[in-house]
């Protein structure tokens, strides 16, 4: 259900990771339905139950197409390759993936800014999404592509850039887990260095706000923490 919180942001909820999955994929449907054909997605483990959901109802997205809104470069098959996992495990959205490691990529992406294209996101505790980390301080300047090393890993990412992103006809951020309730206080205190908060205050500005896809226990967290910060 949709739910008015204190928060300053529309979020919707459910108890089940598979129904809120269900209500996502809705909203995508809607917008496909209307002429969006580009959908980006986010990788890692918390949105596996949205790709369950998604992998049942590929039949119903035949002429969309989808791509990873980041990837770490590693080969295919390295258990780290977001890429990887969805080849390995979900066939049917494979199929209708543009791949982070075709040489044109870049060529994709300024020719889909002509177009309608919706982001779905994932987020960190650290109020990161995609690669763009609060620890990077050219993230919230990258235009089309974002390229990140962090200190303790051995291979790049690659993401799309916050301008890119923030161009999204509709964002939609995935957030599951009673630790990711620590984004309330983020919101609350307003740092615009963190990515997650910087996009939810120029996203208003825009007249386009961010709706949250969220557990209950990231809600209730969300919840929490924003009544509780000074």
């Not at 040489?103 to 996101?121: G, K, P, R, S």
């Not at 990711?180 to 208003?204: A, C, M, Q, T, W």
Request: glycine share 6%.
């Amino acid at each position: 259900m949709k739910i008015s919180a204190s928060l300053p942001i529309e979020i919707v909820s459910s108890s089940e990771s598979h129904q809120l999955a269900e209500k996502l994929i809705e909203t995508i449907l809607h917008h496909v339905r209307n002429g969006v054909k580009t959908i980006f997605i986010p990788g890692g483990q918390s949105i596996l139950p949205f790709y369950n959901s998604l992998e049942n109802r590929m039949k119903e997205f035949k002429e969309a197409q989808f791509c990873l809104t980041d990837e770490r470069m590693v080969p295919i098959l390295d258990p780290a390759s977001n890429e990887g996992q969805i080849q390995r495990s979900f066939p049917q959205l494979y199929a209708q993936l543009i791949s982070f490691h075709q040489a044109d990529f870049v060529d994709f992406l300024t020719a889909i800014q002509q177009h309608d294209f919706i982001n779905i996101l994932g987020c960190g505790s650290d109020g990161h999404f995609a690669s763009l980390f609060p620890t990077d301080e050219k993230a919230l300047q990258s235009d089309l592509c974002h390229s990140f090393r962090k200190f303790d890993e051995n291979f790049h990412r690659h993401s799309l850039g916050y301008k890119f992103i923030l161009q999204s006809k509709e964002i939609l951020i995935w957030i599951c887990g009673a630790e990711k309730g620590i984004l309330g206080r983020y919101i609350k205190e307003g740092n615009l260095s963190i990515p997650f908060v910087k996009l939810l205050h120029d996203r208003k500005n825009l007249n386009h706000p961010i709706t949250l896809y969220a557990d209950d226990s990231a809600r209730g967290g969300l919840e929490y923490q924003w009544s509780n910060a000074n």
